[in-house]
């Protein structure tokens, strides 16, 4: 095993920041991820707490670590750039996107866990939203597992509305079975039985959820919960992103 200070460091704050939080933490099917060797951990996404609790059940296994990878504005940061750096998780430029491709190959090929969350941005409906068939692609490329994984429940303290640090909040995790990755198989057909297999661990993971009364925001509406639809939740990531965008504009006018 190799020694990362930095890394074991950070994860040793976080779990005090978890026990601090009286966070009680669910994890079942650990024993999915390889000992030893490469793996993508597909996982969902629903909250800024993902990377920290993505490496739980990796840690839980055998004190792995897993490389993340994740937009490249986090590695530019004053702060948590030279982290994400020295923990070595791997950027990614969406508007080019090849390099990270590559690199996420080749730390799987030496032999790394790589966290990957292929719905690319936050789930706010809590359901599986439609996939980047990327983490298809880098399992197939590496010649590795692919692993889905489910994270359900960070979406109460750190979500895109939520800041809530109430203690003893519950996290239940799942992880799947490695997918079956044939040679020569299609990679879109692949990425749609991705998302069915993390809906299937999503439903699993919901139904041990211990906190889910009737219409609880924080429960997708299919599962009696008042979260928003797909549908509904994807015209409000629209309407952020115009935000967004009008906002960066009127800087641009005011700085010119």
Known sequence: MMTEPLY???????????????????VVGEENIPLDGGAILAINHTSYLDFALGGVPADLRGRRLVRFMAKDSIFRHRVAGPLMRGMKHIPVDRDAGSAAFRDAVDAAKAGELIGVFPEATMSESLEIKELKNGAVRMARTAKVPLIPMIIFGGHRILGYETRDFTRGRSICMTVGPPLDIPRGSDPDALTEQLRTELTGLLDATIARYPDKPEGAPWIPRRHGGSAPTLDEAATREMERRERRRAQREAKNRQSG
């Open 8 to 26: 074991r460091g950070i994860v040793t704050a976080f779990k005090g920041v978890f026990r601090g939080l009286g966070m009680r933490i669910d």
